[in-house]
């Protein structure tokens, strides 16, 4: 049975395909934005209250890691088989080494609907992999250069409407804790998976718009876009048994390996790498990647995450 948070995806791109008149009001889906970053970061806060930040340390450092190494990763394969030009090698690099805060909160609904249990921190860790990646994909079209505006990107970086949100939530949970979040419940809570809906019919709507950018730049992108994403999982899934996360904790890092950024990191990549086409960006990682991951990729890494925990008891 398909969870009904996926056939909202399904109804706005194939409303968007057909070219619907359909449109959720943009009022309404940064309303739905903000609630969701808030809904994510303050469950999170929540988690985080009840643990010692020293216990949490090494996932951190390692989640930044995997951020570097991601986009690292992806440079070559982009560059070189891709025949991309340098911005637009790192510029896509930097994406795909970031992560989706709209993939999180869908991998999070298609665990709680299968009752599976999970780190309830890793909304830090969502936060974490913004950063990494968008410094990597800098310089690697630049080099280390004066020229470079890096106060520019860190306000863009650090004072962007998502990361601001989620660690505003982040901080608000931690301080309040979960009675104080009570009188909130049920906006932030309870509703989570129908303003999910809403977010998913819209951003059904922004895939449709990419279709016709991946007809113009050939296979290349379409193969990336599903490769990329499995070997980003199978590396998140590694580092989550390494680290001793849970079934549940190890397929949500693995997921948040294999999103694809389609925020933080636009925004940051038009004011260092303005000279990088965003269309190729954006339509491996909303064409391509996010309905990968939407309709097929999450319970794939889920399957991995379970795989790896039963290959390591045997």
Request: aromatic share 10%; no cysteine.
């Amino acid at each position: 049975m398909i969870d009904p948070i996926i056939l909202f995806f399904l109804l706005g791109a194939t409303a968007g395909l057909l070219r619907s008149e359909l449109r959720l009001p943009a009022a309404i889906y940064e309303f739905v934005s903000i609630v969701l970053l808030l809904a994510i970061g303050l469950k999170g806060g929540i988690e985080l209250a009840r643990q010692p930040f020293g216990s949490l340390l090494p996932q951190m450092l390692a989640v930044v890691a995997l951020g570097f190494f991601l986009s690292l990763a992806a440079f070559p394969v982009l560059r070189y088989l891709g025949r991309f030009k340098r911005a637009d090698a790192a510029s896509i690099a930097a994406h795909y080494g970031s992560v989706s805060v709209g993939t999180y909160a869908v991998v999070v609904a298609y665990l709680g609907s299968r009752q599976i249990a999970f780190e309830e921190h890793m909304p830090l860790l969502l936060v974490l992999l913004e950063v990494p990646a968008i410094i990597v994909g800098i310089v690697l079209a630049r080099g280390l250069s004066r020229e470079t505006r890096w106060r520019s990107v860190a306000h863009e970086v650090f004072l962007g409407k998502s990361i601001v949100l989620l660690l505003g939530g982040l901080l608000i949970g931690w301080a309040a804790g979960p009675d104080g979040l009570s009188s909130i419940e049920p906006l932030f809570f309870d509703l989570f998976k129908g303003i999910l809906a809403l977010f998913l019919l819209e951003m059904g709507l922004i895939t449709a718009t990419q279709v016709g950018s991946l007809r113009r730049y050939g296979p290349f992108l379409m193969a990336f876009g599903i490769g990329m994403p499995l070997f980003s999982a199978l590396v998140g899934t590694g580092l989550g048994w390494v680290l001793g996360l849970s079934i549940g904790g190890t397929a949500v890092l693995a997921t948040l390996a294999a999103s694809a950024s389609y925020i933080a990191v636009p925004a940051a990549m038009r004011i260092s790498v303005p000279e990088a086409n965003p269309t190729l960006s954006l339509a491996a990682a909303l064409g391509v990647t996010f309905p990968f991951n939407v309709l097929f990729g999450i319970p794939i890494y889920h399957a991995l995450a379970v795989w790896a925990h039963t290959f390591a008891k045997g």
